[in-house]
């Protein structure tokens, strides 16, 4: 009783109590975060390769790592990406038996590596890159 007595006091006096003292939320001083120094990583090529087979593309992501190697190129990667499936579903016959269903799909499996700070040298030889049929690579300058 003598706890609520002292809380109504307290709100027409404007003294606190100690449980509303500890009650009271301060807030503190944002600091800056760190920022990146734009000198450190200035542009970065992004090599995107696609392709069906997956040990195809190991060997394209294996012949585009050593090109980097070859002219002295930071390599970030090769990043695994999410398998894209494609799920198709054909009826087996034309005419009846609609429960009867075949089920296809495809598997599109993907890499990405960066390259930061690329040379000229390494774009050009991107451009001149021998892979094998099957295999997509997509170059964008970040």
């Known amino acids: 009783m003598q706890d609520l007595l002292f809380r109504i006091d307290s709100a027409y006096s404007g003294v606190r109590s100690m449980t ?17 120094k734009a000198a450190e990583v200035a542009h970065r090529l992004r090599i995107r390769v696609r392709a069906y087979e997956h040990n195809v593309l190991d060997r394209s ?3 585009i790592i050593d090109t980097a190697a070859r002219h ?16 198709y579903t054909v009826n ?8 009867s269903r075949e089920q296809f799909e495809m598997r ?11 040379s000229s040298k390494v774009i050009e030889a991107y451009s001149n890159i021998d892979l094998p049929s099957g295999v997509t690579i997509d170059l964008k300058m970040m």
Not at 72 to 87: Q, W
Not at 108 to 118: S, V
């Open 92 to 99: 087996r016959s034309s005419f009846i038996d609609k429960d």
């Open 20 to 36: 509303e003292e500890s009650t009271v939320k301060t807030k503190k001083p944002r600091t800056p975060r760190a920022t990146k």
């Open 61 to 63: 992501v294996k012949q």
């Open 108 to 118: 599109i499996h993907k890499r990405m590596i960066d390259i930061l700070n690329p």
């Open 72 to 87: 002295s190129a930071t390599v970030v990667g090769p990043v695994p990406l999410p398998i894209e499936i494609k799920k």
